[in-house]
């Protein structure tokens, strides 16, 4: 690692990779989380490499007798350190933009080992992806493969294409935002509309149709949805063959595994490696996974100082200096996050744990059960490695927080904290005024 790596109290050999607890004190694999708060400063998202890779590894492992490419869905966490990780591992990378494609390239993943999705992809962004080199496109829309063929003859090749398949099933994700594979959803072919569209591929001499492809919601905690949407797919894919499409050889199962946030049922990852394997075997395709949540989630945590306490309408607050801007999943999908005191009193309240936003829903977790964590202890929100620092902004001119990587007894900020100058580095004093 080198540069950056910061020295710290090391406690021996003997951890877990991951967050635990020993003699009243809260740790990320050997390094005491308290130790990084005062390092580097509050909020800090902090990861653990090696949940990270136990993570991949487990899933890779369960897939060992199918042929099978696991392609870690950026938008999860586009940390480059995470990225590199998992290159090292040998992983691939789902992408939805020309930004995470730029993150992919700087992180060393080559053009084969890219996917690239979306709903709403610009001819410049397919463009760059063609000229890497990725695997393939998915594909959700007929528009998007009449500007696929223009983009790639442009370019005198032919672009290898996955139509995205929404399967028109049951999704059991615990929020309405984070399904996407039900009937009139905005994502994928719709189901009965796949067969045009792969019709049309065969008009359009600049694409080619090489997979199906389908991500029908995230955070599942069952594989039922999985079930029903693998046996409909599996439909066309076979259907599509009678049509003479005879070059279909991936199927996409996208991503979705669910992690435990509070006492969900933790995904049963041989069942579901067993599943996907079946239908690949049976359709003798190369299976591809997207798995974003499920590789990152659980490596998180997010530190967050208290800094004030206060009652207000009978009700206790702990007021922190993280907020919705750095973690939305709670305000925004009302998401529970387990919240630990890096050094617990012992004592416990119920509280609201609330961020400085100006905002009602600015909130952490509502009526919790809490550490009676006084101005100056440090909490932190666990499970916070999906979805978190990817999604924060800066509102109320907050600079986003920092990141830390851990591996071992060992760690390095991986992001910088920003500054005041970051929030207006893009804002200009001079005005260039133009006229139509
Ligand atoms: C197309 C696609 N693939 C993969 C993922 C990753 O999902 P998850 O983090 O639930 O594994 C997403 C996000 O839901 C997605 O939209
Ligand atoms: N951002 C969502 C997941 C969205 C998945 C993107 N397709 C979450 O935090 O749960």
Redesign the pocket.
Same mark, same amino acid.
């Given at each position: 690692m080198g540069q950056g790596v910061l020295s710290a109290a090391a406690v021996g050999p003997d951890f877990e990779p991951g967050f635990s607890s020993r003699d009243g004190e809260l740790y990320c694999d050997a390094v005491p989380a308290g130790h990084i708060a005062e390092a580097v400063g509050t909020p800090a998202y902090v990861y653990s490499a090696g949940v990270v890779r136990q993570q991949y590894r487990r899933l890779d492992a369960a897939l060992g007798g199918v042929p099978h490419r696991v392609h870690y869905?950026v938008?999860?966490n586009s940390n480059l350190a995470i990225l590199r990780l998992l290159q090292a591992e040998g992983a691939g990378v789902?992408i939805?933009s020309g930004g995470e494609l730029y993150r992919a390239r700087e992180a060393g993943f080559a053009g084969r080992d890219i996917v690239f999705?979306?709903v709403g992809k610009t001819a410049r962004e397919l463009d760059e992806a063609l000229a890497e080199g990725v695997l393939f496109v998915?594909v959700e829309s007929e528009g998007e493969l009449v500007v696929l063929d223009e983009v790639a003859r442009a370019r005198g090749m032919v672009a290898p294409v996955a139509l995205?398949v929404n399967p028109e099933v049951m999704v059991d994700s615990p929020h309405h935002y984070?399904r996407?594979g039900e009937k009139g959803h905005k994502?994928g072919i719709p189901y009965d509309d796949v067969r045009d569209a792969a019709r049309l591929t065969r008009s359009l001499p600049n694409v080619e149709l090489v997979g199906i492809?389908m991500?029908i =919601?995230?955070? !599942?905690s069952s594989f039922e949805p999985y079930a029903d949407a693998l046996e409909r797919v599996s439909a066309l894919v076979t259907q599509l063959r009678a049509d003479d499409f005879d070059r279909i050889r991936y199927l996409d199962v996208?991503?979705?595994?669910?992690v435990v946030y509070r006492d969900e049922p933790a995904t049963d990852v041989e069942r579901y490696a067993e599943g996907v394997a079946r239908a690949a075997r049976a359709l003798d395709v190369t299976l591809v996974l997207?798995? =974003?949540?499920? !590789?990152v989630?659980e490596a998180g945590l997010l530190l967050t100082k208290v800094l004030y306490r206060k009652r207000s309408g009978g009700k206790e607050y702990v007021i922190t200096d993280a907020g919705m801007n750095d973690l939305l999943r709670p305000s925004h999908y009302e998401a529970f996050h387990e919240i630990v005191a890096t050094r617990p009193r012992g004592h416990r309240v119920v509280a609201d744990v609330v961020g400085p936003v100006c905002e009602s829903g600015d909130f952490l977790a509502r009526n919790r059960v809490v550490d009676d964590a006084r101005p100056g202890d440090v909490l932190g929100i666990r499970t916070a490695g999906?979805?978190g620092f990817v999604m924060a902004s800066n509102y109320n001119s907050r600079p986003r927080p920092a990141e830390v990587l851990v591996d071992g007894d060992r760690y390095a900020v991986v992001t910088e904290r920003e500054r005041y100058e970051d929030l207006v580095r893009q804002e200009r004093a001079a005005l260039d005024w133009r006229t139509a």
């Open positions: 869905s938008k999860a789902d939805v999705s979306g998915n995205r984070i996407t994502f492809d991500h =919601g995230s955070q !599942l996208g991503g979705g595994l669910g997207e798995p =974003g949540r499920f !590789l989630a999906a979805y």
